[in-house]
T-cell receptor
C-alpha cells in the first residue's frame, strides 16, 4: 500500500520559478526522504528529514515536515531545466521487512 | 566509494521465456539488497529483500524469484515470464535496515523489461 502520496501529480513551470511538491503519509515515521528520478533512470536520494526536525535545507532544496499533519513539502528554488524529473517522497517501514514505502511521485517539467 | 551496477538496461522477452537480471554492488560489505518494480506512473513496489548470502525475503507472491549467491550480487529470475511482469526493475542497497535513522537507499540505473 502507498504510504506517501505526492501532490500535485504533475507540475509545469518556467525556469527561475519555484516548485513546491507536497507529500502526505499515514503511519508513524522516524524520517521522511525525497528522491529524484530522471526519465528511465534509477532514483537518487536528495534529502532526508528526521521526525524531530521541522525544516531542512540543501542547496536549492528546502524540505519541511509537519508530523501533526503527517505531511511534508519539497521546495526547489530558482528551478532549472535540468530539474525536470519525477520526485518521490518515501518513508521507512518501522516493522517487518526493511523497505521504504514510496508515493507515486510528482512529475516536474521545467521549461526554458 | 560505493557503486551499484545493474544490467541489462533494456530487455524485450517473449511470454514464457526465462529471465535473469543481475545487480552487483562495489565498495561495501554485507549490504542489504533490494529488488523493486515500478509500473508506469506508479510508485515503487518492493519485490525482494536480502540481508545476506542465501537470505531472501519476498514481499508479495509472484512469478519471480531472487537469489544472492555472493555478498554483493543479487539476481532476479523467472522461469516463465508473464505479460504482467513487464515494468521497470530497480536494484538498490542500504548499509543497515532502513528503519535505522539516517539510512537511505542507493539505486541502480534500472532495467526496462517488456514482455511481449
Amino acid at each position: 500500500s502507498q504510504q506517501g502520496e505526492e501532490d500535485p501529480q504533475a507540475l509545469s513551470i518556467q525556469e527561475g520559478e519555484n516548485a513546491t511538491m507536497n507529500c502526505s503519509y499515514k503511519t508513524s515515521i522516524n524520517n521522511l526522504q525525497w528522491y529524484r528520478q530522471n526519465s528511465g533512470r534509477g532514483l537518487v536520494h536528495l534529502i532526508l528529514i528526521r521526525s524531530n526536525e521541522r525544516e531542512k535545507h540543501s542547496g536549492r532544496l528546502r524540505v519541511t515536515l509537519d508530523t501533526s499533519k503527517k505531511s511534508s513539502s519539497l521546495l526547489i528554488t530558482a528551478s532549472r531545466a535540468a530539474d525536470t524529473a519525477s520526485y518521490f517522497c518515501a518513508t521507512p517501514r518501522l516493522w517487518g521487512y526493511s523497505t521504504l514505502t514510496f508515493g507515486k511521485g510528482t512529475m516536474l517539467l521545467v521549461s526554458p | 566509494s560505493q557503486t551499484i551496477h545493474q544490467w541489462p538496461a533494456t530487455l524485450v522477452q517473449p511470454v514464457g521465456s526465462p529471465l535473469s537480471l543481475e545487480c552487483t554492488v562495489e565498495g561495501t560489505s554485507n549490504p542489504n539488497l533490494y529488488w523493486y518494480r515500478q509500473a508506469a506512473g506508479r510508485g515503487l513496489q518492493l519485490l525482494f529483500y536480502s540481508v545476506g548470502i542465501g537470505q531472501i525475503s519476498s514481499e508479495v507472491p509472484q512469478n519471480l524469484s531472487a537469489s544472492r549467491p555472493q555478498d554483493r550480487q543479487f539476481i532476479l529470475s523467472s522461469k516463465k515470464l508473464l505479460l504482467s511482469d513487464s515494468g521497470f526493475y530497480l536494484c538498490a542497497w542500504s548499509s543497515l535496515r532502513l528503519s535505522t535513522p539516517e539510512e537511505k537507499l542507493f539505486f541502480g540505473s534500472g532495467t526496462q523489461l517488456s514482455v511481449l
